[in-house]
């Protein structure tokens, strides 16, 4: 298999883990931290500092995603058919789903905290805009989370990719 898409499998992992780390470590210690010293305006300070980090989580996702689609040419020759269109459908749905998650959905967030003028944890939790607000936070969790199995998927692929005259698992 050829050096370009050795280089291709470890920068879509490397999003791939900084996804994971987004999710599971920024996200909730900015939450837990914040939270814990008892500020009035806890929350919306975290959801900005998360807000941040999503959008380079997004934006990231979708150049790589894109610049590996347009790249995926250059080494068809080391995939059986379906393994590469399989492979060139996730990437696809990658760059689809960072660019939704960044924006329509976190854009709509942006909004609806701009709207609770930045006093998101005094809103009621039965307000519109809250309520507005914690479902779209679910398809943004929902839109990341999908992007990220699709990309442990391609990075599979790429990983037991052969030859098209090699008996794989892909035929």
Sequence with gaps: ???????????????????????????????????SFGLTNASEIAGSVVTRNLYAVNVSGLILSLLLLASSFAVQKYYVRAAFLLHNALLLGIALLTAIGEWVIASRMRGLRAAMQGQIDSVPLDDPNRVAFAALHGYSVTALSVAMVAALIAVFIMICSREKTDVTAFE
């Excluded at 280089?7 to 939270?35: E, Q």
């Design 1 to 35: 298999m050829p050096i370009v898409n050795h280089i291709r499998m470890s920068l879509l992992a490397s999003w791939l883990a900084m996804a994971i780390y987004f999710s599971a470590v920024v996200a909730p210690s900015a939450f837990g931290v914040l939270r």
